[in-house]
T-cell receptor
C-alpha cells in the first residue's frame, strides 16, 4: 500500500533560520512527487513536481529534492510569509488519473 | 479566471440530513476529484471522474455519491449525513497536458454534522 509520511508535524522558525522538511514515501513505482503549500482556510496551492531521484526544483526561498525513498523541502532564510502547512503527495507509476496519496503535512510558523 | 469554484463554503447539517456540494471549473480539464481533509490525516480521495461521463471510487467512498453533470461540473452528495462526515471537502481538477501534471484545488467547503 502506498504511504507518505511527513516530518516533523510542526516546525517553528525564526525569520532567517533555514530548515528542511522531510517526506518519506513507499510506492510501487513513482510517477511523480508533489509539494503543495496550504494557508489556513484555503485550498492547497501547487509548488513543485519531481519525477526522478536526483531532481531538484527551486522557487524563491524553497528548494525541493528527491531521492528514491524521500523528498526534502528546504526553506532558506524564511520570512513570516512562508508560514503555512506544506503537503507532500505521490502518484504511483500505475496511476494515470491523478490519484495522489497525500501526507498529513508539516505546519511551519516563521516568527519575526 | 476563477479556476475551481466550490459552493457552499460552510454548511451545518443535522445527522440524517442530505446535501450536495457543488464544484465547477473553467480550466477545460477532463479529470475532477473530491477529497476530504481531516486533522492529522492528510487529504483522502473520495471519488474521481477521469472524464465526462465516468466516475470511480477513491479511498473513502462510503456514504457519498457523485455526479459528473458535464465537463465543467462535478457534485458530491451526502444522502444521510453522519458526524463522521464532518470535514473540509476539496474539489480538484487535473491538468494532464504535456509538461503539466498538476492537481488544482478549490478553496474548500467546511461541513459540520451535528
Amino acid at each position: 500500500e502506498d504511504q507518505v509520511t511527513q516530518s516533523p508535524e510542526a516546525l517553528r522558525l525564526q525569520e532567517g533560520e533555514s530548515s528542511s522538511l522531510n517526506c518519506s514515501y513507499t510506492v510501487s513505482g513513482l510517477r511523480g512527487l508533489f509539494w503543495y503549500r496550504q494557508d489556513p482556510g484555503k485550498g492547497p496551492e501547487f509548488l513543485f513536481t519531481l519525477y526522478s531521484a536526483g531532481e531538484e526544483k527551486e522557487k524563491e526561498r524553497l528548494k525541493a529534492t528527491l531521492t528514491k525513498k524521500e523528498s526534502f523541502l528546504h526553506i532558506t532564510a524564511p520570512k513570516p510569509e512562508d508560514s503555512a502547512t506544506y503537503l507532500c503527495a505521490v502518484q504511483a507509476a500505475t496511476d494515470s488519473w491523478g490519484k495522489l496519496q497525500f501526507g498529513a503535512g508539516t505546519q511551519v510558523v516563521v516568527t519575526p | 479566471n476563477a479556476g475551481v469554484t466550490q459552493t457552499p463554503k460552510f454548511q451545518v447539517l443535522k445527522t440524517g440530513q442530505s446535501m450536495t456540494l457543488q464544484c465547477a471549473q473553467d480550466m477545460n480539464h477532463n479529470s475532477m476529484y473530491w477529497y476530504r481533509q481531516d486533522p492529522g490525516m492528510g487529504l483522502r480521495l473520495i471519488y474521481y471522474s477521469a472524464s465526462e461521463g465516468t466516475t470511480d471510487k477513491g479511498e473513502v467512498p462510503n456514504g457519498y455519491n457523485v455526479s459528473r453533470l458535464n465537463k465543467r461540473e462535478f457534485s458530491l452528495r451526502l444522502e444521510s449525513a453522519a458526524p463522521s462526515q464532518t470535514s473540509v471537502y476539496f474539489c480538484a481538477t487535473w491538468d494532464r497536458s504535456l509538461g503539466a501534471n498538476v492537481l488544482t484545488f478549490g478553496a474548500g467547503s467546511r461541513l459540520t454534522v451535528l
